[in-house]
C-alpha cells in the first residue's frame, strides 16, 4: 500500500513564501517522476511543477522564476518551494508521484495522488 502525505500549507500575505513538503512511503520498487498540481474553486486542476528521476524539471508558465521544486530520494520526498505568492496562487496543491510497485508476480506503474493541502494568500 502507498501513501503520499503533504504538508506544508497555511494562510499566507501577498509577497510571502511557503514550503510544501510530500513523503511518499509503503511498499513500492522506485519512484519516478513527482510532481505539484493545484486546483482552484470552480477551476480545473492544473501541473504546477514537475521533476524526473534524474531530476529534470518544468512549470507552469504562471509559476516560472517564482517556485521551486525538488526532491530528496533518500528520503523519497518531494518539495516545492513558492515565493511570491499571489493571490492566484490559492488553491489545494495535491502531490502526485509515479511509482514502481511489485504485485502479484508483475511489476506495476502507477501515478498516486496525495490528499491536498490548502494554500491561501491574502492580499
Known amino acids: 500500500q502507498v501513501q503520499l502525505v503533504e504538508s506544508g500549507g497555511g494562510l499566507v500575505h501577498v509577497g510571502g513564501s511557503l514550503r510544501l513538503s510530500c513523503a511518499a512511503s509503503?511498499?513500492?520498487?522506485?519512484?519516478?517522476?513527482m510532481g505539484w498540481y493545484r486546483q482552484a474553486p470552480g477551476k480545473q486542476r492544473e501541473l504546477v511543477a514537475h521533476?524526473?528521476?534524474?531530476?529534470?524539471?518544468n512549470y507552469a508558465d504562471s509559476v516560472k522564476g517564482r517556485f521551486t521544486i525538488s526532491r530528496d530520494n533518500a528520503k523519497n520526498t518531494v518539495y516545492l518551494q513558492m515565493n511570491s505568492l499571489k493571490p492566484e496562487d490559492t488553491a489545494v496543491y495535491y502531490c502526485?508521484?509515479?511509482?514502481?510497485?511489485?504485485?502479484?508476480?508483475?511489476?506495476?506503474?502507477?501515478?498516486?495522488w496525495g490528499q491536498g493541502t490548502q494554500v491561501t494568500v491574502s492580499s
Open positions: 502526485n508521484a509515479v511509482l514502481a510497485t511489485y504485485r502479484g508476480g508483475s511489476y506495476y506503474v502507477d501515478g498516486y
Open positions: 509503503g511498499r513500492f520498487f522506485s519512484i519516478n517522476a
Open positions: 521533476i524526473t528521476s534524474g531530476g529534470g524539471t
